[in-house]
């Protein structure tokens, strides 16, 4: 399976999903925290990636996503951005909203 069809997998079965470097609950770089603690704090089940394990996801993810920075996340299947979109997203309130469509 390529890279673009194993990432396509991921955000299609998850209706919230990180690609990050690192875990969640072991992040990798500053950026990747910010994000994991926005993501858990929406209190929904979301899925997540560390994009530091596999190479080929790891630019995969930029190629698909046509965004050249990690992390990414995805709501329902779309891109939301990274953690300052995210962070900006939280503080307004319409995170929260596009959680809630779809």
């Given at each position: 399976?390529?890279?673009?069809?194993?990432?396509?997998?991921?955000?299609?079965?998850?209706?919230?999903?990180?690609?990050?470097?690192?875990?969640?609950?072991?992040?990798?770089?500053?950026?990747?925290?910010?994000?994991?603690?926005?993501?858990?704090?929406?209190?929904?089940?979301?899925?997540?990636?560390?994009?530091?394990?596999?190479p080929e996801i790891r630019q995969g993810i930029k190629d698909y996503g046509n965004w050249p920075t990690i992390p990414q996340v995805y709501v329902n299947g779309q891109l939301v951005g990274g953690s300052d979109i995210l962070m900006e997203l939280w503080e307004s309130g319409e995170l929260e909203k596009l959680v809630s469509e779809g």
């Open positions: 399976m390529s890279a673009h069809d194993r990432i396509k997998k991921m955000v299609e079965e998850n209706k919230v999903f990180l690609f990050m470097k690192g875990t969640p609950d072991f992040p990798q770089c500053g950026f990747s925290m910010r994000a994991a603690a926005i993501v858990k704090a929406l209190d929904v089940p979301y899925g997540s990636f560390d994009v530091l394990s596999d």
